[in-house]
């Protein structure tokens, strides 16, 4: 069940990369790039969580793209605001 979980988080994080890369696509708002590349992170985290068949101890790892996803965001965000000044 949790595989299945998996699963669907990281197709709602691919199909989320796909809406923002469209919407970057037609404005070239660097902050929907900026969340577009987040989102493909996390999709990839989320599909080789449920790819390996690690236990618990082992997964640590496999957050470092969560964080950079996470990093990503704030990058963009901070982006947008400094170029308004």
Do not use: S
Not at 26 to 34: A, P, S, V, Y
Request: charged residues 15%; contains cysteine; glycine residues 4%.
């Amino acid at each position: 069940m949790v595989l299945v979980l998996y699963g669907a988080i990281a197709m709602a994080c691919c199909v989320a990369a796909l809406f923002f890369f469209r919407f970057w696509h037609t404005t070239r708002d660097r902050l929907l790039l900026f969340f577009a590349l987040a989102f493909a992170v996390l999709g990839a985290h989320w599909t080789a969580l449920g790819a390996l068949d690690l236990r618990a101890e082992e997964r640590y790892f496999l957050y470092v793209p969560r964080l950079l996803a996470f990093l990503l965001i704030i990058v963009g965000i901070v982006d947008k605001n400094w170029r308004h000044r």
